[in-house]
């Protein structure tokens, strides 16, 4: 169905541009012979200012006019199907990549994930009422979308971050074990080379030493001031499985505003990154 209304869009399109080229040429036509009015040319000179035009070329500029309205407005909803298209065929991808996974006995998603949610039928709304709550329900997604996304980069909290670094230190230091005593007290006795030692060894050996260390400290606390707030490393887990619980829940509600307009007569586009098990899942009571 979608397909067919691309195809029309795209046929009424066409026909608008046939239109537009018509019109465009009917324009040249008219302009051309109002250049060649020597009256209107004399005029125009006499009176230094354009001579207004013809009836003919007037008219003729009010038709491609018109044409030119007709033609955005066509390439606009021909584009507009286009995209809706395009939704529902990244929509219909993911939807696909669900079901193999699940069938896959190493996928993501256990089969009986896929079972049905029935969500109870709440009557007809007004288009206006379905947009509003539509758009409500659409806006508190995207601002779960935007914490789950702030979640994902914030950095830990300084002090977790500066033991970290001390962890790192320490292990720098502990990989300072230069072979003294086989290379200075053996008696075929030879200069240890500089390449076993440089550039990276001496650096273990400065890690470890306190001025180097605050050093480190402080361009981190530096970096701290450019970054956005922390959230410690133990909350991330549940933080980030009460905003995909959330995220569900208002999804769930997305898909039964969408399933109740269908059945009265209302095509509402879904989103392109909406959850394809919840499309895929939810169906409206008997």
Known sequence: MLHAGVVAALTTWQEAKRELVSAEAAAVAAQDVDRRDIDRFNRARQSGTPEAPSPRAAAAQTTLDRARDREGSRRRGREASEAAWQVADRLLAAVRELLRTSDDPAGRRAPELLLPIVVERRGPKSPPDVAVDLE?????????????????????????????????????????????????????????SADAFWPFKPFMLLAALTPVRDLLRERLMAAYAQLPGSVPSAERQALAADLATRQRQLELQEEHLILEAAENGMAIARRPDADAAVVLCVVLAE
């Open 136 to 192: 409500r329900v659409r806006a508190l997604i995207a601002a779960v979308t935007e914490e789950r996304t702030a979640l994902a980069v914030a950095p830990v909290p300084f002090d977790e971050a500066t033991t970290r670094l001390d962890e790192w230190i320490d292990d720098l230091a502990q990989q300072w074990q230069p072979p003294l005593a086989i290379e200075f007290a053996a008696p075929d006795y030879r200069p240890p």
